[in-house]
């Protein structure tokens, strides 16, 4: 059975996937980082409706090889840029991740943690929530409060077992051929309790 915490959030995928128009998901759980939710930074409505079946073996990390973003501000019109990236270039149902961390350490709400994203392919989507940093790790590391935050965010779903007890992390290029998560950011991965190559 879920977790107390995230049985509202189940039944607003359920009711999603039979076609009910509901409010956003509320992806604040008790106990975890605050994070900056989709109206926040003016989001287009999203149009996934598979959830994510919970708890997850995997956590893929990546970084979105774009521009980096260090203020509120910046990270909040990147959102809105690979957005609209995502869903009106690619064609996607929405932001393809389901957490995204900025370099001014906040966490965005990208599609959750209950909605399946499109982050490493048809293998990985359906059993791994994707976290990515945002800007270019390959020849530097992201800044200590946004691997902070992207480690808070971590023990926010251990705690509410939106992952299984012995999860993987896993980097981008683990489960994919990319240069993703960028070097410098895997290199720090590999340090990480939970990383499984």
């Not at 260090?70 to 909040?76: G, I």
């Not at 499109?118 to 990515?132: A, K, R």
């Not at 993987?168 to 993703?180: F, L, N």
Request: proline content about 9%.
């Amino acid at each position: 059975m879920a977790p107390l915490a995230l049985r509202p959030v189940l039944l607003l995928a359920a009711l999603l996937a039979l076609g009910e128009g509901v409010p956003e998901p509320e992806n604040m759980l008790p106990g975890c980082p605050d994070i900056v939710l989709r109206s926040e930074w003016r989001g287009l409505p999203s149009r996934c409706l598979r959830p994510l079946n919970l708890p997850v073996e995997y956590v893929v990390i990546s970084h979105t090889a774009g521009q980096p973003c260090f203020s509120p501000q910046e990270c909040e019109q990147q959102m809105r840029n690979i957005q609209n990236y995502h869903m009106q270039t690619l064609g996607w149902c929405d932001i393809a991740y389901n957490f995204l961390i900025g370099e001014d350490g906040l966490i965005y709400e990208g599609r959750g943690w209950s909605i399946k994203g499109d982050h490493s392919g048809p293998t990985w989507n359906p059993i791994s929530l994707g976290i990515s940093f945002m800007g270019n790790f390959m020849n530097r590391e992201p800044s200590p409060r946004a691997l902070r935050a992207a480690q808070n965010l971590l023990r926010c779903g251990q705690m509410h077992s939106v992952f299984l007890p012995q999860y993987m992390i896993k980097g981008h290029r683990d489960v994919q051929r990319t240069a993703s998560p960028g070097d410098m950011l895997y290199n720090k991965l590999q340090t990480w309790p939970h990383y499984r190559e």
